[in-house]
């Protein structure tokens, strides 16, 4: 099993920065992909940001494409998500979670507990 500790949300003002990071834990030797996702008040979680454990590849929503950043430091088993120019409508719980195969909601093999970012406009 991968254990992933997700860190880094708060308050924020729209247009500053903030850096989440998600620590992974256990059987991190099999190839998982990591991903972020966002569940804001009374909508239902959405996909973020996710980088392939193959190339590093990243892949956005269009909604934080230019603005989001995601990267990983294999030796730290860390993956960081910097939020740059966040919008009032970036205000959700922050999720991490692994994946083997693809990085979608019912797809992801392993969940962390969420961080809350709140975007003050």
């Known amino acids: 099993d991968v254990q992933l500790q997700a860190s880094g949300g708060g308050l924020v003002q729209a247009g500053a920065s903030l850096r989440l990071s998600c620590a992974a834990s256990?059987?991190?030797?099999?190839?998982?992909?990591l991903g972020w996702f966002r569940q804001a008040p009374g909508k239902e979680r959405e996909g973020v940001s996710c980088?392939?454990?193959?190339?590093?590849?990243?892949y956005y929503a269009d909604s934080v494409k230019g603005r989001f950043t995601i990267s990983s430091d294999n030796a730290r088993n860390t993956v960081y998500l910097q939020m740059n120019s966040p919008k009032y409508e970036d205000t959700a719980v922050y999720y991490c979670?692994?994946?083997?195969?693809?990085?979608?909601?019912?797809?992801?093999?392993?969940w962390g507990k969420g961080t809350l970012v709140t975007v003050s406009s």
């Open positions: 979670a692994a994946y083997t195969l693809y990085c979608v909601d019912p797809a992801m093999d392993f």
């Open positions: 256990g059987s991190t030797g099999s190839n998982y992909g």
């Open positions: 980088i392939s454990s193959s190339d590093g590849s990243p």
